[in-house]
């Protein structure tokens, strides 16, 4: 089993920037790939990033992409999204989701772990 936790959400107002961590325990999660979700009120949970096992690949939706960098450290079981520039359209829930695979998947379905979610508001 892998329990994930999801830090780092806030308020913050438009044009600037936080830092989301997802620290992983119960085991290494070097062979997993992992992503990150969100989910606004109201409407569906997306991928918006996601990276490889082992951190040579990564992924953006088009809405966070040039704004939003993924990254890991599997020396310390911990992925990070870095937010810059950020919109109020970014306001949602903010989910960290690790998948038995090398690679990551595009459906919630595809993933085996899941954090329980933080929160970030972008005040326009």
């Known amino acids: 089993q892998v329990q994930l936790v999801e830090s780092g959400g806030g308020l913050v107002q438009a044009g600037g920037s936080l830092r989301l961590s997802c620290a992983a325990s119960?085991?290494?999660?070097?062979?997993?790939?992992m992503s990150w979700f969100r989910q606004a009120a109201g409407k569906e949970r997306k991928l918006i990033a996601a990276?490889?096992?082992?951190?040579?690949?990564?992924y953006y939706a088009r809405s966070v992409k040039g704004r939003f960098t993924i990254s890991r450290d599997n020396a310390k079981n911990t992925m990070y999204l870095q937010m810059n520039s950020l919109k109020a359209e970014d306001t949602a829930v903010y989910y960290c989701?690790?998948?038995?695979?090398?690679?990551?998947?595009?459906?919630?379905?595809?993933?085996?772990?899941w954090g329980q979610g933080t929160q970030v508001t972008v005040s326009s």
């Open positions: 119960g085991r290494t999660i070097s062979s997993y790939a």
């Open positions: 989701a690790a998948r038995k695979s090398a690679s990551w998947g595009i459906n919630t379905s595809d993933y085996d772990y």
């Open positions: 990276i490889t096992s082992s951190g040579s690949n990564m």
